[in-house]
């Protein structure tokens, strides 16, 4: 059984971190003093739960959290900070701060440090999610203590649930795309001027021609996707955009 540490605060750590090329001291209380803060903990970057699911969910569901009074989206993992970096840009986690907690002292201090020797993986973080005010723990989602690595209460829409039951959900976009084409960046900066964000799927060697008209049932780009529902190229993007 993992302690649920609600009402207390986060344990005062140092994280050693890595931006442009340098060493930076970044401590808990640059993190959470006078913030609101999500937390969610993983046992490892590039791991498939973590990777397709875990931080996938928060990252997509940032502006949310942000527009529900969230400051910032932490992921801490007991990773170095090399890893953590790469692990960003492979995630195009531009919406979320990686910490690496590669000692484990934050992990430990919050009573979440578990061995995963058994996997060759050593000292991991159990998984978990809390919702941090001015570095007091308000609520905490913990895992169930079974077998594997359970994921079922730290995933970003229990956490979103609690702040905001209500919360509406952003619309999925995607966007079928090729390069240079004018009229592809035209939807683009549509959808952003719209406050939609989108995954971007180029056609190239592994998205052909053929797989568009497989998918859309046309052959020119842009195409465009909202909700699983086909919009089309620009001009219905347009007409769609208007009529909201």
């Not at 723990?137 to 730290?154: Q, T």
């Not at 229990?158 to 039951?165: A, D, G």
């Amino acid at each position: 059984m993992f302690p649920n540490r609600e009402g207390q605060k986060v344990p005062n750590v140092t994280f050693r971190t890595r931006h442009d090329n340098e060493w930076v001291n970044v401590t808990t209380n640059d993190l959470f003093a006078g913030k609101t803060v999500v937390v969610f903990s993983l046992p490892g970057a590039f791991t498939p739960t973590c990777s397709s699911t875990h931080l996938p969910g928060y990252n997509e569901l940032a502006r949310v959290f942000h527009e529900n009074g969230v400051d910032d989206i932490i992921c801490i993992s007991v990773n170095d900070a090399f890893v953590m970096n790469e692990w960003a840009k492979s995630q195009e986690a531009e919406n979320l701060t990686l910490l690496p907690d590669g000692n484990g002292e934050f992990t430990e201090g919050m009573g979440m440090l578990v061995d995963k020797a058994e996997l060759g993986f050593g000292k991991r973080s159990w998984r978990y999610s809390m919702l941090v005010k001015d570095g007091t723990i308000e609520k905490m989602f913990i895992e169930p203590v079974v077998e594997g690595d359970p994921f079922e209460v730290s995933d970003a829409q229990t956490m979103l649930n609690y702040i905001n039951p209500e919360a509406a959900k952003p619309q999925i976009v995607s966007l079928f795309t090729k390069v240079g084409c004018p009229f592809c960046s035209r939807a683009k900066v549509m959808l952003k001027e719209h406050g939609l964000d989108y995954e971007e799927i180029v056609l190239g060697k592994e998205i052909t021609t053929r797989s568009l008209r497989a998918v859309t049932g046309g052959t020119t780009v842009p195409q465009v996707f909202i909700d699983g529902k086909l919009i089309g190229g620009s001009e219905k993007l347009e007409a769609y955009l208007s009529a909201r």
